[in-house]
């Protein structure tokens, strides 16, 4: 059983960053591929980041590629996800969740939201124009 706890959500100006966190109980953190997601009001949820518990590769949804970097740190078992140039397009509710994957972890393993086993609660991201 994993727990996720996101932190570091808020209200910033178009352009501005933020730093989201994810604090995850449990001892085999390391065996676990993390993954960012966000869902906007009547939106379906959407891929943003992961980072692959077998290498550290790291994977990002085109419309990221370059503002958000994801990272994970074992020994604080938290993963993060930094937000650079943030628009208001990028206004969600930003989950955090954690999937065992074993054999070959591609993008489109890593971006389908039943593959991964644990959930946070979410953090709310508000990006004012």
């Known amino acids: 059983q994993v727990q996720l706890v996101e932190s570091g959500g808020g209200l910033v100006q178009a352009g501005g960053s933020l730093r989201l966190s994810c604090a995850a109980s449990?001892?085999?953190?390391?065996?676990?591929?993390m993954g960012w997601f966000r869902q906007a009001p009547g939106k379906e949820r959407e891929f943003v980041a992961a980072?692959?518990?077998?290498?550290?590769?790291?994977f990002y949804a085109d419309s990221m590629k370059g503002r958000f970097t994801i990272s994970r740190d074992n020994a604080k078992n938290t993963v993060y996800l930094q937000m650079n140039n943030l628009k208001p397009e990028d206004t969600a509710v930003y989950l955090c969740?954690?999937?065992?994957?074993?054999?070959?972890?591609?993008?489109?393993?890593?971006?389908?939201?039943?593959?991964?086993?644990?959930w946070g609660q979410g953090t709310q991201v508000t990006v004012s124009s």
């Open positions: 969740a954690a999937a065992l994957l074993v054999g070959i972890i591609t993008p489109e393993t890593v971006s389908q939201t039943a593959n991964y086993h644990y």
């Open positions: 980072n692959s518990w077998r290498d550290s590769d790291t």
């Open positions: 449990g001892r085999t953190f390391t065996t676990y591929t």
